[in-house]
């Protein structure tokens, strides 16, 4: 319990600083060639004992093909965690999240879906807004609003699109992440020890 609590104030403490980066347009990244399944993996791996407590199966899918990414691996990592919490809060216990990678084109696409409550139509619009909180959790718990709006800024930083999309309530969510991948001759170039984040 100490832990999770902890952990719940070290990410309010990150969203409010991360907010007022937002505000006077300080939120930056730095980027290196790395390996988006290291990054997954370390998101996965954080929330798993938080879904294993609630009893909601993750589950991570990797397709071969993946190029490394010209990324900043925290805040590539950041992206990620806010998404997973922000699913697993609104998935009840014996749901799942499904986390998937796969290359398409010169791009690599994330989805993460979950069977949690599902997001109303009129709310869909408005879900990356700063301090937008949905409906209830599962748990009873709430953050600032601030994970997804962090999140898209991030991924716009790193030159890519992110997309919420939800058939209704009670039907789940799907973020669909989008992130370019470096070309196949910049990704031979790159060492193994290079691409795989440290």
């Given at each position: ?126 879900v990356f807004d700063r301090f937008r909180q949905g409906a209830d959790s599962t748990t009873g718990q709430h953050g600032l609003g601030l994970g997804l709006t962090i999140a898209r800024v991030l991924v716009e930083l790193h030159g890519g699109t992110i997309q919420v999309a939800s058939p209704g309530e009670g039907c789940g ?26």
């Amino acid at each position: 319990m100490i832990q999770r609590n902890a952990f719940s104030l070290l990410k309010l403490v990150e969203e409010l600083l991360d907010a007022a980066r937002l505000t006077s347009n300080t939120l930056s990244i730095e980027t290196l060639p790395v390996s988006i399944v290291e990054i997954l993996r370390s998101a996965v791996d954080t929330l798993r004992p938080a879904a294993d407590r609630k009893h909601v199966s993750l589950q991570l899918t990797i397709s071969p093909g993946l190029r490394p990414l010209s990324a900043d691996a925290d805040r590539l990592r950041q992206v990620f965690l806010n998404v997973l919490s922000n699913a697993l809060k609104f998935t009840a216990g014996g749901g799942a999240i499904d986390v998937s990678a796969f290359p398409c084109a010169d791009t690599l696409q994330v989805s993460i879906r979950d069977t949690g409550t599902g997001i109303p139509a009129e709310v869909l619009p408005h879900v990356f807004d700063r301090f937008r909180q949905g409906a209830d959790s599962t748990t009873g718990q709430h953050g600032l609003g601030l994970g997804l709006t962090i999140a898209r800024v991030l991924v716009e930083l790193h030159g890519g699109t992110i997309q919420v999309a939800s058939p209704g309530e009670g039907c789940g969510t799907t973020c669909t992440i989008e992130l370019p991948m470096l070309t196949s001759a910049a990704a031979e170039a790159v060492t193994p020890a290079a691409s795989v984040e440290g």
